[in-house]
């Protein structure tokens, strides 16, 4: 774990992008301070030398850097770490036979899960991600969920680790509900790492089933849930607004977040506004995975990103760019304006991540919000020239740029280091996990696809592009044998 140490720290001469919370707007301010005591923001000042700082401040020089608040992620399955590369070229169908949960029971030991889990957490910190919502579906018996777990609690990161409830003959839900009340019971609060619940069942498991996970649910009163949902000709549409609704779990205190959301409806969109509900949009993947996005750009008031990395929030910003000015062009009009800004795919990666998680305190600057911080190199080759500090990180920031990174108002990346302790025994025990891993998997055949996606549509063949002047179209192969 970190070693950090907390306690007053003046990040002093920077850029800080602040929050306005009487115009809820960005607010720059150059050449500042930003005060941290234990994990708060403590105040925020226009001089980068204010006077009668407490007794003992450390003062860290932000001269020509970027201070911003911590990225907030919203949907991740950090267990999942070791499939890196492996479904480089899938598609959903061919995803969810060979790499999701029902593929992976067998491949995955608890030290798997638990090394996977915080390897994944400790790349997103060096990628100045702070607060992770993790949909923890990997909890196929006692000591894996145990495992996730305590992985979270080890990496030092803000994580709200969602427990995905999945009733089976070998791990029973009654048994599910013992070891998660078990686990809330040995970690109480406050701490970095929150017990939340994943549940996607709602439509297809039995109703005594959900009905268990929703009085678990409100009986603890869980801070936030999360689900699948995907919409249109995607099964996992039985998740919907709607259908949540049914179950009143949207009107209660507990934060729910639907995880991609694309083809939300209108009436689903309102029952999200009506009960300040959230998407999580990982845009990424779901165009690697073809799922697309024909709505979720048209609820981004109540939208924020998951799988997130800088080039997150620049993905999405120019996804909707791009579909919206096609909207116009198929018009045979010329786009006289903008559709998205920079400062609204900033304030996707991080303030709405915190609203959707109704922590308000999560992902801005302002005194008394968290002290989960980066800071960013402004003199890189990269960043170089810059004016607007929140353009810069949202289109030329790299990871690379990342000099710091603060969570609860201690360093988790300093100087362009991870300060995990021993970081490089992490690695060699991930490396280890992952080859056995990654070669049991690529040795298993070739998913066959045909019939119905979950018995519903119809699967469809999408036209391979040739990107190959002479023979063939240069698809190739994928390069995941060593020898």
């Not at 932000?62 to 990225?71: E, Q």
């Not at 267990?79 to 969810?96: D, R």
């Not at 402004?378 to 004016?387: D, K, N, Q, T, V």
């Amino acid at each position: 774990m970190s070693t950090a140490s907390s306690g007053s720290i003046l990040l002093s001469g920077g850029t800080i992008v602040a929050f306005k919370e009487e115009t809820e707007s960005l607010d720059v301010i150059r050449d500042g301070a930003l005060l941290i005591s234990d994990d708060r923001i403590a105040a925020i000042y226009d001089t980068a030398h204010p006077d009668n700082l407490p007794a003992g401040t450390e003062v860290v020089d932000c001269t020509n850097k970027i201070i911003s608040p911590g990225f907030i992620d919203t949907h991740r399955h950090g267990w999942q770490t070791a499939y890196k590369t492996l479904a480089s070229n899938a598609s959903m169908a061919e995803y969810m036979i060979g790499y999701t949960i029902t593929s992976a029971e067998s491949l995955y030991t608890a030290e798997d899960i638990y090394i996977g889990q915080l390897a994944g957490l400790l790349e997103a910190l060096n990628a100045g991600v702070t607060t992770t919502l993790d949909h923890a579906h990997s909890t196929w018996s006692t000591d894996r969920a145990k495992a996730g777990y305590q992985a979270s609690v080890d990496s030092s990161a803000r994580v709200f680790w969602n427990y995905a409830f999945m009733n089976t003959e070998a791990y029973p839900l009654s048994d599910q509900i013992a070891d998660f009340k078990g686990l809330l019971k040995a970690h109480p609060t406050p701490s970095l790492t929150t017990l939340g619940v994943a549940y996607d069942g709602w439509m297809f498991a039995p109703k005594e089933e959900t009905q268990a996970v929703l009085d678990l649910t409100k009986e603890l009163n869980i801070p936030v849930l999360t689900s699948h949902y995907l919409g249109g000709p995607w099964v996992a549409a039985a998740n919907s607004p709607e259908n949540l609704q049914s179950f009143g779990i949207l009107n209660t205190d507990t934060a729910v977040v639907l995880s991609h959301a694309m083809d939300i409806s209108p009436v689903g969109a309102m029952i999200l506004r009506s009960t300040n509900q959230f998407i999580s949009v990982t845009p990424e993947s779901e165009m690697h995975y073809g799922l697309s996005h024909p709505n979720s750009h048209q609820i981004q008031d109540q939208a924020s990103l998951g799988a997130i990395r800088l080039t997150q929030a620049r993905v999405w910003l120019q996804r909707t760019r791009s579909r919206l000015y096609d909207d116009v062009l198929q018009r045979w009009e010329i786009p006289r304006n903008s559709p998205m800004s920079v400062n609204q795919a900033f304030l996707m990666a991080t303030r709405q991540g915190g609203l959707a998680l109704r922590r308000p305190d999560l992902g801005v600057i302002r005194v008394g919000a968290k002290a989960d911080l980066v800071v960013f190199n402004g003199r890189s080759p990269g960043m170089l020239g810059w004016l607007d500090p929140v353009a810069a990180v949202i289109l030329h920031a790299n990871v690379g740029d990342i000099e710091h990174v603060v969570v609860d108002g201690k360093f988790q990346k300093r100087d362009g280091k991870l300060t995990f302790n021993n970081y490089a025994s992490v690695v060699d025990r991930f490396l280890a996990s992952a080859e056995k891993i990654q070669k049991a998997s690529v040795s298993r055949p070739d998913p066959v696809i045909e019939g119905r996606f979950w018995g519903g549509c119809a699967y469809g063949h999408a036209v391979q592009v040739n990107a190959s002047r002479g023979a063939g179209t240069g698809y190739g192969k994928e390069f995941l044998h060593k020898s």
